[in-house]
């Protein structure tokens, strides 16, 4: 079965860092781009970045840039999202999902991580 | 940047309607869009590629429709279990593949 396995929750606070992964199985996790998808609490969908695993390529929503820090461990075949100084703004659910292609949509989702960040 | 709208931003149908939701591009997209479904507490699934193709296992009453900057998702006969928000996509050419801002649908 084809999957993406993600913690699910996450607590921190203001000015911590963090780091969550996507850990993919059930196909070859280095021919396919995996990104990443913010939603704020009761918003909709936001495209973050992606990379590719097989060479670390990575692309960035301007959004996003420079506030995240998306790589990849192709050993272990698990993606990550990093955020070096977390905000209160950060609080969101996180999934990744697997592209089907450059371009393309997002075929396969992890079930998302929680991430609360509180004083 | 690439702006996408959907509407209605919300509608209420009866078990069996025929419910039609539209996302328009602020530019030309082909047939470069998706449709994706999330239910409540869920991720999203993709419903539809490449404007009006089913993605497998998706039921045949859900299609899409469109190119260029107008799309068209139709859920032909709804059920109670098609309770959801509906996203459209865009990927056309470059990153960032933006979403539309969703279509939230409930039953009667």
């Known amino acids: 079965e084809v999957q993406l396995v993600q913690p699910g929750a996450e607590v921190k606070k203001p000015g911590e860092s963090l780091k969550i992964s996507c850990k993919g199985s059930?196909?070859?996790?280095?021919?396919?781009?995996i990104g990443w998808v913010r939603q704020m609490p009761g918003k909709g969908l936001e495209w973050m970045g992606i990379i590719y695993p097989g060479d670390s390529d990575t692309r960035y929503s301007p959004s996003f840039q420079g506030q995240v820090t998306i790589s990849v461990d192709k050993s272990i075949s698990t993606a990550y999202l990093q955020w070096s100084s977390l905000k209160a703004s950060d609080t969101a659910m996180y999934y990744c999902?697997?592209?089907?292609?450059?371009?393309?949509?997002?075929?396969?989702w992890g079930q998302g991580t929680t991430v609360t960040v509180s004083s | 940047d690439i702006q996408m709208t959907q509407s209605p931003s919300s509608l209420s149908a009866s078990v069996g309607d025929r419910v039609t939701i539209t996302c328009q591009t602020s530019?030309?997209?082909?047939?470069?869009l998706n449709w994706y479904q999330q239910k409540p507490g869920k991720a999203p699934k993709l419903l539809i590629y490449g404007a009006s193709n089913l993605e497998t296992g998706v039921p045949s009453r859900f299609s899409g429709s469109g190119s260029g900057t107008h799309f068209t998702f139709t859920i032909s006969s709804l059920q109670p279990e098609d309770i959801a928000i509906y996203y459209c996509q865009q990927y056309y050419n470059l990153p960032p593949f933006t979403f539309g801002p969703g279509t939230k649908v409930d039953v009667k």
């Open positions: 059930g196909y070859s996790f280095t021919n396919y781009w």
């Open positions: 530019q030309d997209m082909s047939n470069h």
């Open positions: 999902a697997r592209l089907v292609g450059l371009p393309g949509g997002m075929d396969v």
